[in-house]
């Protein structure tokens, strides 16, 4: 299916024609998006746990760059492996250690939860689609990373895994603005905003008694 | 030479070299209060847009920046606006001198002033929600930096602040979107949720209240208290900003009563909760849940006179608060001790705990103090539209003067006998030049309501 953006006063930032649907790249980033939000969830392992979050900014790196020129879509995939690179390096200095207790009933009921997201975003997406004019896997990559994120965000206590969370939710929010705004300045400012969570992570990651107030 | 060079990039930059010295911390504490007075000066002097001639040398300074593709603004209609924050810093900085405090404070907090500012020259407007979660983000290191773990309430803070800035950024592109094709139902029913659920998450507006009080409860109060003034005065511009710019928001005609609601809301659930709260480390938040209630409820009556409430009560809100967290932290309120050290305190530390007792009547609205003419004005003319809206005003209010007394009791019950001046002689300057501001405020109000209506010049369009 084509969606054709073409009223200039609502959508100045991105008249294109798009012909997403059926387009291999978007699929494939969807399916990395399906993926690796649900390792982020479940995973209790920080190592694991960050390299699905490379893997994502990967997926919102493929999504965007539909949208905008690849020079400038790159920025989400720098600015996102920026920010795994501080988490990583916080939590090796902190030599966190791996957590990985067998907590089946958490899991279960994490994807229990991950399922009803995946559910929303079917139904919703084409609703979002048709309301905002945006290509429907733009819509389902973005709903998808907001809703899992907004769980990873209510589900969690330990401080990293909500900062990944307010991560996620935050690319999948770029997703969506990418398409309706298409300024530098925006991009160098989210840049900004996503680095400085990882770095308050960082923080957070480093304070004297943090493992115990885990 | 631009006014966005000398209110916005000399002070970021002067921060930058502070924070290398932050430790002589007496010496930054001291630069910055100074800085922060010849900006303020600089803005009272200097003219936007104007020649100015100095002997054979003459020159202008222009009212743009561009960056990265878009313009920073500052005229003379945003003159105001600057001069109100850069006061506002120079109190704020003043206050340092004479307390402990974390020695990120001063120079981050100068370039949170500077990007202030920044937001209000940004535009378009709506990035102005990005950089006030630049400053958050900038602002949450600053607690955490003496902080051995991270407490419930700075994530909070953050998380609820970070999800703010995308519903206010799609609010915006909505609004536009509206604007564009009014006969769009959907759109408009969807640009005012985002609208309402941005800035109801962004002024701690009930249900998303819950942050506030365990943040102050468990901070710095001079550091929490700092931001908590700022962020929401900001935020409201960011309000008129939206009203300004949105002919069809304005004249939308459930909105103003909409924010009614919310505003009389914000004022009852605070006083009830004020009321039976058994942690009076929390009534500082609580405070500023109900300045913000008055100036929604302000904003509310969709005029004119609205208008000039809502700018009015910045320096009472200033006044009272800085007055409190100043209290507080000479007080050597802890999050760690809680309230503790406060009870029975007027007999160690009678300036602090006076001026505390001050601050908190004064938030409450009492007369004679600085927020009574503008709870007064507020209340007189909610009173025109709606008898029973003025009644839940006025329980919210007992409400929050029954928190208030009962942290006077705490703090005057003592069974030490003798009288001692805790407080050292900067300490008892300080606070006695803030008790006497609130006097003189709250006896003369009329001195400060030529300094603060101009700053409606920036929003050209409302009444």
Same mark, same amino acid.
């Given at each position: 299916m084509?969606i054709l953006v073409?009223?200039p006063?609502?959508?100045p930032a991105?008249?294109?024609k798009?012909?997403l649907s059926?387009n291999?790249l978007?699929?494939a980033?969807?399916?990395?998006?399906?993926v690796t939000?649900?390792?982020?969830l479940?995973?209790k392992n920080w190592?694991i746990?960050?390299l699905?979050?490379?893997?994502?900014?990967v997926g919102?790196f493929?999504?965007?760059?539909?949208?905008?020129?690849?020079t400038l879509a790159?920025?989400k995939?720098?600015?996102?492996?920026?920010?795994?690179?501080?988490f990583?390096?916080a939590?090796i200095?902190?030599m966190?250690?791996?957590?990985t207790?067998?907590?089946?009933s958490g899991?279960?009921?994490?994807i229990?939860s991950?399922?009803?997201?995946?559910v929303?975003?079917?139904i919703?997406?084409?609703?979002?689609?048709?309301l905002?004019s945006?290509p429907?896997?733009?819509?389902?990559?973005?709903?998808l990373l907001?809703?899992?994120?907004?769980?990873q965000i209510?589900m969690?206590q330990?401080?990293?895994?909500?900062?990944?969370?307010?991560?996620?939710?935050?690319?999948?929010?770029e997703?969506?603005?990418?398409?309706?705004?298409?300024?530098?300045?925006?991009?160098?400012?989210?840049a900004?905003?996503?680095?400085?969570?990882a770095?308050?992570?960082?923080i957070? /990651?480093t304070l004297?008694?943090?493992e115990?107030?885990? | 030479m631009s006014s966005?060079?000398?209110?916005i990039?000399?002070?970021?930059i002067f921060?930058?070299?502070l924070w290398i010295l932050?430790?002589?911390?007496?010496f930054?504490k001291?630069?910055?209060v100074?800085?922060?007075?010849?900006?303020?000066l600089t803005?009272? %002097?200097?003219?936007i847009?104007?020649?100015?001639?100095?002997?054979?040398f003459?020159?202008?300074?222009?009212d743009?920046?561009l960056?990265?593709g878009?313009r920073?603004v /500052?005229?003379?209609n945003?003159?105001?606006a600057?001069?109100f #924050?850069?006061? %506002?810093?120079?109190?704020?900085?003043?206050g340092?001198?004479?307390i402990?405090?974390?020695?990120?404070f001063?120079?981050?907090a100068l370039?949170?002033?500077a990007?202030?500012?920044?937001?209000i020259?940004v535009?378009? #407007?709506?990035y102005a929600?990005i950089l006030?979660?630049?400053c958050?983000?900038?602002?949450?290191?600053?607690i955490?930096w003496?902080?051995?773990?991270?407490?419930q309430g700075?994530l909070?803070?953050?998380?609820f602040?970070?999800?703010a800035?995308p519903?206010?950024l799609?609010a915006?592109?909505?609004?536009?979107?509206?604007?564009?094709?009014p006969t769009?139902?959907?759109?408009?029913q969807?640009?005012l949720?985002?609208l309402?659920?941005?800035?109801?998450?962004m002024?701690?507006?009930?249900?998303?209240?819950?942050?506030l009080?365990?943040?102050?409860r468990?901070n710095h109060?001079?550091?929490?208290?700092?931001?908590?003034?700022?962020?929401p005065?900001?935020?409201?511009?960011?309000?008129?900003?939206?009203l300004?710019?949105?002919v069809w928001?304005?004249?939308?005609?459930q909105?103003?009563?909409?924010?009614?609601w919310?505003?009389l809301?914000?004022?009852?659930?605070?006083g009830?909760?004020?009321?039976?709260?058994q942690?009076?480390g929390?009534?500082?938040?609580?405070?500023?849940?109900?300045e913000?209630g008055f100036a929604?409820?302000?904003?509310?009556?969709?005029?004119?006179?609205g208008?000039?409430?809502?700018?009015l009560?910045f320096i009472?809100r200033?006044?009272?608060l800085?007055?409190?967290?100043?209290?507080?932290?000479? %007080?050597?309120?802890m999050?760690?001790?809680?309230?503790?050290p406060?009870?029975?305190?007027?007999?160690?530390?009678?300036?602090?705990?006076?001026?505390l007792?001050?601050?908190?009547?004064s938030?409450s609205g009492?007369?004679?103090?600085?927020t009574?003419?503008?709870h007064?004005m507020v209340?007189e003319?909610?009173?025109? %539209?709606?008898l029973n809206?003025?009644?839940?005003?006025f329980?919210?209010?007992?409400?929050?003067?029954?928190?208030?007394?009962?942290?006077i009791?705490?703090?005057?019950?003592s069974?030490?006998?003798?009288w001692?001046?805790?407080?050292?002689?900067?300490q008892?300057?300080?606070?006695?030049?803030g008790?006497?501001?609130?006097?003189i405020f709250?006896l003369?109000?009329k001195l400060?309501?030529?300094?603060?209506l101009p700053?409606?010049n920036?929003?050209?369009?409302?009444?």
């Amino acid at each position: 299916m084509d969606i054709l953006v073409d009223d200039p006063r609502r959508y100045p930032a991105s008249r294109r024609k798009y012909s997403l649907s059926g387009n291999l790249l978007s699929t494939a980033c969807l399916v990395i998006l399906l993926v690796t939000s649900l390792i982020i969830l479940i995973s209790k392992n920080w190592r694991i746990t960050i390299l699905a979050l490379v893997f994502q900014y990967v997926g919102v790196f493929g999504l965007v760059s539909l949208i905008w020129p690849l020079t400038l879509a790159a920025v989400k995939l720098i600015v996102g492996w920026m920010a795994c690179s501080i988490f990583s390096t916080a939590s090796i200095l902190e030599m966190r250690e791996a957590e990985t207790e067998d907590e089946l009933s958490g899991n279960l009921f994490k994807i229990i939860s991950a399922s009803l997201i995946w559910v929303f975003v079917l139904i919703l997406s084409p609703e979002l689609a048709r309301l905002i004019s945006i290509p429907i896997d733009i819509a389902r990559g973005s709903l998808l990373l907001m809703g899992i994120g907004f769980i990873q965000i209510g589900m969690n206590q330990d401080p990293m895994k909500i900062i990944i969370g307010l991560l996620t939710v935050l690319a999948g929010f770029e997703i969506l603005y990418a398409f309706l705004e298409a300024s530098i300045l925006v991009t160098g400012l989210l840049a900004l905003v996503n680095l400085g969570i990882a770095f308050i992570g960082s923080i957070i /990651l480093t304070l004297p008694n943090m493992e115990e107030s885990i | 030479m631009s006014s966005p060079i000398i209110w916005i990039i000399y002070p970021v930059i002067f921060s930058l070299f502070l924070w290398i010295l932050r430790q002589y911390t007496v010496f930054v504490k001291i630069s910055a209060v100074v800085f922060c007075g010849s900006l303020l000066l600089t803005g009272l %002097l200097l003219p936007i847009n104007t020649f100015i001639n100095i002997g054979t040398f003459s020159f202008e300074i222009s009212d743009e920046l561009l960056i990265l593709g878009r313009r920073l603004v /500052l005229d003379n209609n945003d003159q105001q606006a600057i001069l109100f #924050f850069y006061g %506002l810093a120079t109190f704020w900085f003043a206050g340092t001198i004479t307390i402990e405090i974390n020695e990120h404070f001063v120079p981050i907090a100068l370039s949170i002033v500077a990007l202030f500012i920044s937001a209000i020259a940004v535009e378009p #407007f709506l990035y102005a929600s990005i950089l006030i979660e630049i400053c958050v983000l900038m602002f949450i290191p600053i607690i955490l930096w003496d902080r051995k773990t991270v407490e419930q309430g700075v994530l909070l803070f953050l998380v609820f602040q970070t999800l703010a800035m995308p519903l206010i950024l799609l609010a915006g592109w909505s609004s536009g979107g509206f604007e564009a094709n009014p006969t769009d139902q959907a759109l408009l029913q969807q640009t005012l949720v985002l609208l309402g659920l941005g800035f109801a998450i962004m002024l701690a507006i009930f249900p998303f209240h819950s942050w506030l009080p365990v943040f102050v409860r468990q901070n710095h109060p001079y550091i929490t208290g700092f931001i908590l003034t700022l962020q929401p005065i900001l935020v409201l511009f960011l309000a008129l900003d939206f009203l300004n710019a949105f002919v069809w928001l304005r004249n939308f005609p459930q909105l103003f009563e909409g924010i009614r609601w919310i505003g009389l809301m914000i004022v009852v659930i605070t006083g009830f909760l004020a009321a039976f709260t058994q942690d009076m480390g929390r009534m500082f938040g609580y405070a500023v849940m109900l300045e913000n209630g008055f100036a929604i409820l302000a904003l509310s009556l969709g005029n004119q006179i609205g208008l000039n409430i809502l700018v009015l009560s910045f320096i009472p809100r200033v006044v009272g608060l800085s007055v409190w967290a100043l209290s507080l932290s000479v %007080l050597k309120y802890m999050p760690e001790t809680g309230f503790a050290p406060l009870i029975g305190s007027i007999r160690n530390h009678p300036i602090a705990s006076f001026a505390l007792i001050l601050a908190g009547l004064s938030i409450s609205g009492l007369p004679i103090l600085p927020t009574y003419p503008i709870h007064l004005m507020v209340f007189e003319n909610i009173i025109r %539209l709606s008898l029973n809206h003025a009644v839940l005003i006025f329980l919210g209010t007992v409400g929050f003067l029954v928190g208030i007394l009962r942290m006077i009791r705490l703090l005057v019950v003592s069974n030490q006998k003798e009288w001692l001046f805790g407080e050292n002689w900067s300490q008892i300057f300080f606070l006695t030049g803030g008790i006497g501001m609130m006097l003189i405020f709250g006896l003369f109000p009329k001195l400060y309501f030529p300094l603060l209506l101009p700053i409606l010049n920036a929003f050209e369009y409302l009444p």
